[in-house]
């Protein structure tokens, strides 16, 4: 048998490094890295948790934004009743370090990662739950626990997910019914309700245009609700929502449970929609130390390109110092200039803090993150955030 790869050392040694960072001053920080400000973090947490505390609604926000048991089980601390991940091995990373309730938000069909979450559902104290769209999602599912020998009953939630308007997974209303009535059918699966998530409308930029949206949303699953109701069945919850919409699934009176993930960090796309008039207000709290490697007489070069952020929804905002744009330089370079001819170009070695443009796969990209406590330029690190599940895509 092959030797597995040799990963160890340079990502022991980098963590090392960052614990070596404790206590000490967001100057000694190397570049690139991605740095929380945990008090900011710590404001969108109680935020959210206080909205939905204030609506009498459950609180699931997403995990597939930060992938860390860390985070996820300060957000169960406060209040959340578990959290959502996208992909099963996500789902088994952080059953392992500790996370003890787990709702896969999406389809599984692949018998060997089913299999696997079988195994999790048999052996370990985590409460799983899975969405489903198709007759053969759920025909393996019940099989995969059969194989693993799991034999109480309803020892998995299953939630069937309609398509409320994303036009991805999810199937129409009128097709809800047979999948719910073999979910039902199968002893080992308990049907726990309804996923219902429009994730395009998160990023609409106006209020109005997002309600239109919601507003669509909230049809499909009033239709599917009475589909199911008038045969008999009850729908124990609704759930869904993301950072662009949870006030407006809060105040439906469909949805019992929010599963909004960005809130937490505050990317820079989600700081471009129109604010929400009923939303908390959440502060950027994931940044980019970045510094700056190289000048010329018309801009500045800094060392994070986008294998230290993703670019899928827009580049980094510039954050201090203030006045700069960054224009993409590459793999592993950004290009800063000047707003306007008023500014100037920051100096060599100069801090650059941006704000990722999103910060789902921009977090995937890092194994850690460091925890600044006092602010960006004077706090200073109090501890290193595991990202567990970084690369755990199966
Ligand atoms: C099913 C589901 N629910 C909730 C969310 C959370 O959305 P956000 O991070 O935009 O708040 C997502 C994000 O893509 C999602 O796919």
New binding site residues.
Partial sequence: MNAPPEFGAGARERWQRAQDLIGQSASAIDTPALVIDLDAMERNLARMADFARAKGLRLRP?A??HKSAELARLQMAHGAVGV?V?KSDEALVLAHAGVSDVYI??EVIAPAKLARLSQAVRDMPTRFAIAVDNTLGIARLAEALHHAGVTSSAAIDVFVEVDVGHGRCGVAPAQALALVQQVIAQPSLRFAGLQA?H?SA?HRRGVAERDAALAASEAAVRETLTILNAAGITVPLVT?????SFVREASSGLWGEL?????LFMDADYAANEADPGAPTFEHALFLKSQVMSVSAAHAVCDAGHKSHAIDSGLPRVWLPEGLAYANGGDEHGVLSVVDETGELPALGETIWMVPGHC?PTVNLHDFAIGLRGGLDVGQVERVIAIQARGALG
């Fill in positions: 997403h597939k934004m959502c996208q938000s999406n998530y994730g998160q869904g929502a993301g950072t662009g599963q909004a993930g960005s809130y789902d």
